[in-house]
């Protein structure tokens, strides 16, 4: 077994017990274990990680009915190896002998001796009859945690549920969004298809930066259901607009683009920063002012109101589990809950900062029911001077199955499945008559 095998499945052992055991971000995680490997193994670290965690629930069954007992909690690290060889020989076609000798070399360089006879024994059992086992797996929601099944189950219905717990299990396709809205012509620069909503997609990438038109500026990578809420924002060429939680700044450059008089404002001057490098890369800057302020108390100086704002707002975000798989294992039951608040400070500083006539656009990447309807209903509520806007089908290439009673856009992972599905998107429209 060489060197850097083992080493590629030791970094990939840190990056699971940062993320599953201080509950950091996969993509803060993965970076400092895995900074010193090559490119490649790199690549491999980084796909038997998201593969492991896209697969966490299936994998921990097989486990278990091979465990004679439960692992205490302090073996996590020998938990995770047992899960990256298990998803390596199940999911990646690794060779079952360098699976389970990888393993056993990554439990002894990172001081888990006492595990290495197990790990052994419980990756060749694996070996032999894991798929047997994963094929009498018939739960479409067995990789979800239970209480987030649940919530989908409640708020769509088992069938739509298991639809939308299918294609959150698939990896993400790449998305990209045209800086001179041209999207024929993206598509034959980079060999892609054209969605029915717009966007372009590419079913295989390499590394992004070396995809053809990245360093030129030509487009930029944003999901075809992220870049919906500015599609139903209508004509804002010449018009002021609000990007009220711009960072990184996908909408901030669909909006530039379009010839829009932009004020993007964020809270996080790191995320701004990428605002800012998107923008230098797109050449679209100069139509943009960035301010970095807390939305729910930030009023311009000049006191003027704005045609157009948009709130994208901070959310669970369990509808970009697709391209977040380590999303769903840190999340909490309660999490979606404890962001209304601030959810209703930024709608009341939209609806503050809305012109006579102006529209306003309110979004979340999450597919739990509080985080979008019950926001827009309570704002309602509070505001009697604005009004729903209800969407149509037919509108940016959204069907009628996209659309709720109301007139909101209620996007689901299961949607365009056929084209490779999408991220899971709430979006209002309201104006201020
Ligand atoms: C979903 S992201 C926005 C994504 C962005 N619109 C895009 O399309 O690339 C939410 C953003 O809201 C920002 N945010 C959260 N609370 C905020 C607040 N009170 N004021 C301003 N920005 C806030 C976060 O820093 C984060 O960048």
């Given at each position: 077994m060489t060197e850097t095998a083992t080493a590629t499945r030791a970094a990939a052992l840190d990056v699971m017990a940062a993320v599953?055991?201080?509950?950091?971000p996969l993509d803060d995680a993965f970076d400092p274990p895995t900074r010193a490997l090559g490119p490649r193994d790199r690549a491999f670290a980084r796909l038997l990680v998201a593969t492991t965690l896209r697969r966490l629930g299936r994998l921990d069954r097989i486990l278990k009915g091979f465990l004679d007992k439960p692992l205490p909690k302090r073996a996590s690290g020998a938990r995770h190896l047992l899960r990256l060889g298990a998803a390596q020989m199940l999911?990646?076609?690794?060779?079952a002998h360098a699976a389970v000798a990888t393993a056993v070399e990554a439990a002894r360089r990172r001081q888990l001796h006492p595990y290495a006879g197990l790990i052994n024994a419980v990756l060749r059992k694996i070996a032999r009859e894991g798929a047997q086992r994963l094929a009498e797996i018939?739960?479409?929601?067995?990789?979800?945690?239970p209480w987030l099944a649940q919530s989908w189950v409640e708020a769509y219905g088992p069938e739509t549920a298991a639809a939308m717990a299918r294609a959150s299990s698939c990896e993400a396709p790449l998305d990209l969004t045209p800086t001179d809205g041209d999207a024929q012509a993206l598509a034959q620069l980079v060999g892609g298809v054209v969605l029915p909503t717009g966007s372009v997609r590419l079913k295989a990438s390499g590394a992004i930066p070396d995809l053809p038109g990245f360093r030129e500026g030509k487009w930029w990578v944003q999901d075809t259901a992220a870049a919906q809420p500015v599609r139903l924002a209508g004509p804002v060429a010449g018009r002021r607009v609000?990007?009220?939680?711009?960072?990184?700044?996908g909408k901030t450059l669909q909006l530039a683009s379009a010839g829009a008089r932009v004020v993007a404002l964020d809270r996080s001057e790191p995320r701004l920063a990428r605002v800012r490098e998107n923008l230098d890369r797109t050449h679209l800057g100069e139509a943009v002012t960035l301010v970095c302020a807390d939305a729910t108390t930030w009023a311009p100086a000049d006191e003027a109101l704005f045609d157009v704002v948009l709130v994208d707002a901070p959310c669970s975000?369990?509808?970009t589990v697709r391209r977040h798989p380590d999303a769903p294992w840190r999340k909490r039951p309660g999490d979606a809950a404890a962001l209304a608040p601030t959810q209703d400070a930024l709608l009341d500083t939209a609806i503050r900062l809305l012109a006579p006539g102006g529209v306003l656009i309110y979004g979340v990447?999450?597919?739990?029911p509080e985080e979008g309807a019950p926001r827009i209903e309570a704002a309602l509520a509070r505001h009697p001077t604005v009004r729903r806007n209800p969407v149509t089908a037919?509108?940016?290439?959204?069907?009628?199955?996209?659309?709720?009673?109301?007139g909101d856009v209620r996007l689901l992972p299961c949607h365009l499945e056929a084209e490779g599905g999408m991220d899971g998107f709430f979006i209002a429209r309201l104006v201020r008559p």
């Open positions: 599953l055991d201080e509950g950091r999911f990646l076609g690794t060779p018939d739960d479409p929601f067995a990789d979800l945690p609000l990007d009220l939680c711009a960072a990184p700044g975000a369990t509808g990447c999450s597919l739990q037919g509108e940016a290439g959204l069907d009628a199955t996209m659309l709720t009673p109301e």
